[in-house]
């Protein structure tokens, strides 16, 4: 982890409290900012919550060690969304974990809580949920049939990221907006741009990423930051 001073690595495992009734070990799939807290989700699983410097705090009692967890996120530390293998979506309270009903059997990947607490959630074979307080609905990605794997909320709409291109949700169509990409670097750099890029006017920002070269990575970031 990197912080303003220094860059500081660690494990998780051992860095964690309290000491789970047997091991969990697996992978870690993804880590996200909520509420001002990193999180990270993993097999197994497991759910950890960042406390301070080398000090993760474990909070997955009540989940099954066979929930692949693969994404997180939620309006805050006491309204969790985590999301896995099989379509299956648990929520955390604050105190304890419950099952959450998904309307699909197809890998979640992704998870994204916007300003109103909705909650979005993709996957493959272009599954798209979307709900609130636990209550989700699919929404017809129509034609768009690729795995779905990153969501980002940018100017007050949603934005979905494939290894093909980049959509816009609206309303409850999914409109493509980046025609082709040649690689997964380039689909990963132009969802990291919208992160990077919040202050830019959106079609400013689009315009740049449809003329966006494999060799100007650097020059953008660079730029951007």
């Known amino acids: 982890m990197q912080t303003r001073e220094d860059v500081i690595s660690g494990n998780i495992f051992r860095n964690s409290h309290p000491e789970p009734t047997e091991p969990r070990y697996g992978d870690i799939r993804m880590a996200a900012e909520i509420g001002g807290w990193a999180h990270a989700v993993g097999s197994c699983g497991m759910v950890y919550r ?21 994404a997180i996120h939620g309006s805050g530390i006491s309204d969790l969304y985590v999301a896995g293998s099989k379509g299956e979506i648990r929520h955390f309270d604050g105190s304890s974990w419950s099952e959450v009903e998904s309307l699909t059997k197809e890998n979640l990947t992704c998870v994204k809580c916007v300003p109103d607490k909705t909650v979005y959630i993709g996957g493959y074979r272009g599954t798209l949920l979307q709900g609130q307080n636990g209550k989700f609905k699919l929404i017809d990605s129509g034609k768009m049939t690729d795995d779905i794997w ?30 082709e990409m040649t690689s997964l670097r380039q689909v990963i750099i132009s969802v990291r741009l919208m992160k990077l890029c919040g202050q830019l006017e959106e079609k400013m920002l689009w315009n740049l990423m449809e003329n966006m070269e494999k060799n100007s990575l650097t020059f953008l970031i660079c730029y951007f930051v």
């Open 150 to 179: 990153d969501l980002e909320w940018f100017n007050d709409k949603l934005y979905v990221s494939t290894m093909h291109g980049i959509y816009m949700l609206e309303g409850e169509n999914l409109l493509k907006l980046i025609l």
């Open 50 to 70: 960042f406390d301070s410097l080398s000090d993760w705090t474990r909070i997955d009692d009540g989940l099954s060690e066979d929930f692949n967890a693969r």
